[in-house]
């Protein structure tokens, strides 16, 4: 079972903590990410996608997901703008949940916690001040 905190100060230190954490997930996993407007839940994303060669990373708030091909297919949700769990139903969630070809990612995840997988990395991103951010990742299974 993964667990890890760690502060960072830097948008280096964000790339390194998401790069690394690159190498603990697979094809199949499931990654929700939490934390306020502007913590870095996008950068975060973008960093680790670097690791399979996928530079066109950009926040999915409003075409819901974006998915992204290089060494690993990128699932990549933003349930920010959502109003209706009906809504992801309605462009196909369950199937990209589900791919095991594919590393997914949902931002916001909290919002529509009745349709995500139990089983699941959750990384929470907390303002420590303007500069710091604590990064929290927990396997849950």
Partial sequence: MFKKEIIVQTLAETAEAASEFANVIKKGSVITLTGNLGAGKTYFVKALCKKYNILNVSSPSFAIVNTYSGKEIVHHFDFYRII???????????????????????????????????????INIDFINDYKRKINIEERK
């Fill in 84 to 122: 209706s769990v009906n809504e992801l139903y309605d462009i196909g969630f369950e199937e990209y949940i589900s791919d095991e070809e594919a590393v997914v990612f949902i931002e916001w995840a909290e919002l529509f916690e009745e349709i995500i997988p139990k089983k699941r990395f959750q």
